[in-house]
Nanobody, 124 residues
Framework: QVQLVESGGGLVQAGGSLRLSCAAS????????MGWFRQAPGKEREFVAS????????YYADSVKGRFTISRDNAKNTLYLQMNSLNVEDGAVYYC?????????????????WGQGTQVTVSS
């Protein structure tokens, strides 16, 4: 059974940092592009960041560029999202996703596997 399990969410003050993790199991994701998306209440799911199978290529939404860093450890089958300088608008449920293609993508419809999400709340 393929599973993606996010962790690391929580409550943080504006200006603070969090590091999200996504542990993959059930298959080897070392050849897959992976990404992070988020969804705030009343809003559509939006792209945050994505990374190629090797980690050599990354894409970021303009809203997080320079503040968030996506990375992966294929030996551990784990995806990360380091989030710095958080603001209230970053509060959302964060989802990790994997696609059976090696390149990154901002299109959520191109992803085959999704985690259940982890809540990030940023207080002002």
């Amino acid at each position: 059974q393929v599973q993606l399990v996010e962790s690391g969410g929580g409550l943080v003050q504006a200006g603070g940092s969090l590091r999200l993790s996504c542990a993959a199991s059930g298959r080897t994701f070392g050849n897959d592009g992976m990404g992070w998306f988020r969804q705030a209440p009343g809003k559509e799911r939006e792209f945050v960041a994505s990374i190629s199978w090797s980690g050599g290529r990354t894409y970021y939404a303009d809203s997080v560029k320079g503040r968030f860093t996506i990375s992966r450890d294929n030996a551990k089958n784990t995806l990360y999202l380091q989030m710095n300088s958080l603001n209230v608008e970053d509060g959302a449920v964060y989802y990790c996703a994997a696609r059976t293609m090696p390149l990154p993508s901002s299109n959520p419809n191109s992803y085959n596997y999704w985690g259940q999400g982890t809540q990030v709340t940023v207080s002002s």
